[in-house]
């Protein structure tokens, strides 16, 4: 057994080196430079970061868009996940090519078509007009709504394939056990179908959140400079303002919230399985 770990270990070393020169190391210098100012050990950049209210409203609205982007995705894609589920045939490869595909679609390119929707003479506003639902086009773009729904597209194919995954790994006679008792569909869903799927939810969600929270092109897209994200601010930072310990700063406090996601949804899931 314990040639065999080594064995095995061996083999992941070129791997392991590779992430660590390419993705580790530079984390840990861009962590380092935001402790840095002149050369010397400082914090002054948290400090500054934390007690400005501006910063501080952004990383709220960071934080808001991202829950709100997640709870959105979530409320589309599990209705989704379970008819993908259930569907057979020609139908289920239908809805894995629908969730697929536009993954191989850049994230400009699909930014820049709802921002499209999105215009003032855009194709929503003109189809609210031609039904008489609005007399004069409603601002859209450059809101924080459009870019939420905007995001919760984008990201979907990110919540629904966890979920569906696990949904289609569930036993089928689990849902027929409980009609044989009497259960109606609302007690069967809450008590057998939701519990089960819950490691689906977590890793679903701690995706559509990652993304969500780091996103950088969407928000330029659809918003511009009107509203800020922490991501727009770090690119603001490091390319006009020149400042690379601000940069830094706001990187590493993403990266940490990033962090704590992930280990957060890792440690639910353990304990949701364990459950189980």
Known sequence: MIRR??????????????????????????????????GQFSILEYVTFFSDNYSMSVLWRTLRVA??????????????????????????????????????????????????????????????????????????????????????????????????????????????ATVSLGATPVFRFMNVTLPLSLPGVV????????????MYVIPSLIVGERQQTLSMLTARSFLYLRNEALGATISSILLIIAISVVLGSSWLASRLGARQ
């Open 203 to 214: 890793a679903g969600c701690a995706f559509t959140f990652s993304l969500a929270i780091s």
């Open 67 to 176: 829950f709100l982007t997640t709870g959105l995705a979530l409320l589309i894609a599990y209705p989704t996940a379970i008819i993908m589920a259930r569907a057979k045939g020609i139908w289920l490869s239908v809805f894995l090519v629908a969730m697929v595909l536009p993954m191989s679609v850049g994230v400009i390119v699909k930014a820049f078509a709802w921002s499209i929707l999105f215009r003032t003479r855009g194709v929503l506003n003109d189809t609210l007009m031609s039904l008489g639902l609005t007399e004069a086009p409603i601002r859209m773009l450059f809101t924080e709504t459009a870019l939420i729904i905007g995001a919760a597209n984008v990201f979907l194919p990110f919540m629904v394939l966890p979920i569906y995954t696990v949904l289609r790994q569930m036993d089928s006679r689990l849902p027929e």
């Open 5 to 38: 770990a080594e064995r095995i270990g061996f083999l992941a070393l070129p791997g392991l080196s590779f992430l660590a020169i390419i993705y580790a190391l530079p984390l840990f210098m861009l962590l380092l430079k935001s402790f840095q100012i002149d």
